[in-house]
């Protein structure tokens, strides 16, 4: 395989490659090329696994873009996702023209913009509405209504010089979703009987039987809730699923109670979304978390942040009696509306344990109250065979979903006239298609850049590896006085440690032989050599790794600091 770089596709070609979300949860991208001219579907985020200390984001390498620039024209949402919108901020330097995306999605792109000082940028961002057509150099991209955890998604309908391509974005089939715009099924059947080329799919629930459900199925489960709950009611969430809260504030209103938004991204996201109309609260039902402490806690309904166990969210200060409004009392109830995202279990077990000292009932998804935004296997095959792609192409999952995805997809298009084929392919690599054909031609460059919000900046391989010994093994800063004509020592190096597990007894005999060890490293250097101190700081460094290695079986974080006296 070759790597494309600047090379353009063959004539009469589309190219597409991922540069995320395909064999992973997260960080979906997707290029689109003809000719000279590219697009990118979504730019999404990844969030760190607990052994990446210090990182906020993960991003996609955006390599492939790079040595694109000048061709890159547009970039295309899907809906508001973090996974798909949390790296627009990043990508958009390097795009050549407008970003397209509904008007929630759009509005929820503008604060991102702010925050990286790119709020100049607003005037790109381009408002569109389902069955819209945009142009884009050869490419006409119409907008189709999907049902998702949220309002305002849609997929994808690309008519290329060679045919007609789909990308469904997140997607289930909910008959009766709560906004009443249904998914437009018309339009994916009306496209199927004319010909789609090929179809890129959601894969992330294939391996659930049977339908997804709609949004109404947890009204149930918190009805009952809302009912029986003796005191404050707390629901965490995330702050993007705003069908969720919808239900809630109609309930709120139903049973007599007053809704508090309490962390950051839910205000800012629920005050998006009343200015949109996409979420209706009555006058006089919301209230701040400052006034909470006016109304009884059975009059209350609290939406906060932390569902995942988030450090520094919501729910996680108030399960610490940390936050300044809430406080956890024992009537209270606290209700985990969200799925557990795998590597979180912990952190939510930290805070539910909080949560039970002080007397809390903790609710969970061993009852109803949450409900997936994406597709089971049922509702997959129902798109399958209206759309019946010449290729399919499972994306938005890992391998093992997307290799159930084209199991399933063969089930459904096998049989008729029409040949249908499945491409499994994962990031980086180069699809082509003609107006008949379509396989694996290459290889693009592709991989993952970890982020430090906090520092606006990358964090590195090195930074990363130096920040897990910090937590792992600890640090030992070396002191070493040396003379400042000879380079000879001048006393004994003097060692400190911070986060290293050692016997009290055994502490003193080990930094006394860590000490010696690196005075018969330096002994038995030349004069030349202890004339250069990057070289002895390096000697020092070296050599501590393996005398801690060797006797404690540690590989603690080592910076020496030579003083010249």
Not at 107 to 122: F, M, Q
Not at 165 to 189: M, S, V, Y
Not at 251 to 260: M, W, Y
Not at 398 to 414: D, K, N, P
Request: aromatic residues 4%; glycine residues 10%.
């Amino acid at each position: 395989m070759t790597d494309q770089g600047q090379n353009a596709p063959p004539a009469d070609t589309l190219e597409v490659v991922a540069l995320g979300g395909v064999g992973e949860f997260g960080m979906n991208m997707m290029a689109v090329s003809y000719a000279d001219t590219t697009i990118v579907i979504d730019a999404g985020v990844m969030f760190p696994d607990p052994d990446q200390p210090g990182v906020d984001l993960i991003v996609p390498d955006l390599t492939w873009l790079r040595e694109r620039r000048g061709r890159v024209k547009a970039l295309v949402l899907t809906h508001g996702h973090e996974d798909h919108i949390g790296g627009v901020p990043y990508v958009l330097p390097l795009v050549d023209g407008p970003v397209y995306g509904t008007p929630l999605t759009l509005a929820l792109v503008e604060p991102k913009l702010e925050e990286h000082g790119l709020s100049d940028e607003s005037g790109r961002l381009m408002p569109v509405r389902p069955r819209d057509v945009v142009t884009v150099g050869p490419f006409s991209i119409e907008f189709l209504r999907v049902t998702h955890s949220m309002p305002d998604c849609v997929a994808l309908a690309i008519h290329t010089p060679v045919g007609t391509i789909i990308h469904t974005g997140d997607f289930k089939i909910d008959q009766t979703p709560l906004d009443g715009e249904a998914c437009d099924l018309q339009r994916f059947a009306e496209l199927g009987a004319k010909g789609v080329l090929a179809m890129f799919g959601d894969s992330t629930n294939v391996d659930r039987p049977g339908f997804t459900g709609s949004e109404r199925v947890v009204l149930g489960a918190f009805e009952e809730l809302f009912a029986t709950a003796p005191g404050r009611l707390v629901v965490a969430l995330f702050s993007s699923s705003l069908h969720r809260m919808q239900l809630l504030v109609d309930l709120a209103v139903q049973f007599d109670r007053k809704v508090a938004f309490i962390g950051r991204s839910l205000v800012q996201n629920s005050e998006i979304a009343q200015r949109l109309g996409r979420l209706r609260i009555p006058a006089g039902v919301q209230i701040r978390d400052v006034d909470l402490a006016s109304f009884a806690a059975e009059d209350v309904l609290c939406l906060a942040t932390g569902s995942q166990g988030e450090p520094r969210a919501a729910l996680s200060r108030m399960a610490v009696s940390d936050h300044r409004y809430v406080t956890i009392e024992p009537d209270d109830t606290v209700v985990f509306s969200a799925r557990s995202i795998p590597g979180n279990e912990k952190a939510i077990a930290r805070v539910m344990n909080h949560l039970a000292r002080r007397g809390a009932s903790i609710v969970d998804s061993a009852r109803r109250i949450h409900v997936s935004g994406h597709g089971s296997e049922e509702e997959l095959k129902l798109l399958l065979s209206l759309v019946r792609p010449r290729f399919f192409v499972p994306v938005h999952g890992e391998y093992r979903q997307l290799s159930r995805h084209g199991e399933v997809a063969s089930q459904v298009l096998a049989g008729g006239p029409d040949r249908h084929d499945v491409i499994l392919a994962e990031n980086g690599n180069v699809l082509h298609f003609t107006a008949t054909t379509g396989r694996i031609a290459g290889h693009a460059p592709v991989g993952r850049v970890l982020i430090d919000v906090t520092r606006l900046g990358e964090v590195n391989d090195e930074v990363l590896r130096d920040r897990r010994h910090l937590s792992g093994d600890g640090v030992v800063v070396a002191v070493v006085g040396l003379n400042r004509q000879t380079g000879q020592l001048v006393g004994p190096p003097e060692l400190l440690s911070r986060g290293m597990v050692i016997e009290p007894d055994a502490e003193s005999r080990l930094f006394a032989d860590a000490g010696q060890a690196v005075a018969d490293a330096i002994t038995a250097t030349s004069a030349e050599q202890r004339a250069d101190q990057g070289l002895m700081t390096e000697i020092v460094r070296d050599e501590l790794r393996r005398f801690f290695k060797k006797r404690t079986g540690r590989r603690p974080l080592v910076l020496p600091a030579l003083l010249e006296i």
